[in-house]
């Protein structure tokens, strides 16, 4: 994309706020204190979101594959805090029909933890480097975005497979905690294929809401990233990176096969994932600014 056209969402969206800001000078009688601070409330356009995000698309598309590499495994292994978190939140509870409610707040703090520090997670990839895809699709954007999926989906399973055997085979944490991580993971496993499969779209959609919306929530970003992980967890939407902690949990256990694994959960919720999160979201928030960016 040339510099004219990566220029025109922010020049838009600064034309936009300058308009504001005169029109409620003009209309108001405000001083240039308070024209500022209009200009300072007005909403990112839609055209200026899509430009941050595909322009951080294409900052991740070209980091050099260490980089990625690390920063996924860091991933695999923040987002273990999910189930230990919830399986604390659970033993600690009574079994009563609302614990639900209150142990799926667990489910959070992984996400809080990789998306706040910026580490490399999988769903998140989704939908920023596919805006740029979209833009220009071209052979370079698409073996671009071949590596950066590649790399950072090895990181984040060799990540989550050694929060599993870190939990297994040592007391990592108390024994009633990790019978609850077991429970928990055996749940997860109890779906069958099908519905792994749907309930990872609507995983990967609200993922990449989360990564669309943060643009525009400056100072908002926990409320944000709290809430849309709370519903995948209490709706029971199935995520690829997460649930793999659980899912690992259970082969390190002996209580299910590699191959088990591989084909009821990796398969159908890596799939669904990808549907919802670039087919869906992605594919979305460009036709909808398409005509705007030209």
Known sequence: MSDTQDEKPTKRNEERANRGAERAQDSRGLTQREAKTVEK???????AIYEVVRQEGEEEMERPTSSLWWSGIAAGLSIGFSLVAEAALREHLPDAPWRP?????????????????????????????????????????????????????VANMVGTLGVALFNAALPGT?????????????EMMDKSWFTMFVRAIGAGFLIAAIVWILPSASGSEFLVIV?????????????????SVEAFLLVA??????????WHF????????????????????????KEEIK
């Open 41 to 47: 409330r007005l909403r990112l356009s839609v055209p």
């Open 101 to 153: 409610l209150v142990d799926n707040f667990g489910y959070c703090v992984g996400f809080l933890l990789v998306i706040l520090a910026r580490q490399q997670l999988f769903t998140e990839n989704t939908i920023a480097p596919i805006l740029p895809l979209a833009a220009e699709f071209t052979r370079k954007n698409v073996l671009c975005v071949i590596r950066l999926w590649s790399v950072v989906f």
């Open 253 to 262: 256990h002996g209580d299910i096969s590699i191959f088990t694994m591989l």
């Open 227 to 243: 809430l849309f992980t709370y519903i995948i967890a209490i709706a029971e939407f199935t995520h690829i990176i997460a649930g």
């Open 174 to 186: 108390h024994p009633e905690v990790f019978q609850a991580m077991l429970e928990i993971s055996q």
């Open 266 to 289: 990796t398969v159908p919720v890596l799939i669904g994932n990808i549907i919802g999160g670039t087919a869906l979201f992605a594919l979305l928030a460009y036709a909808q600014v």
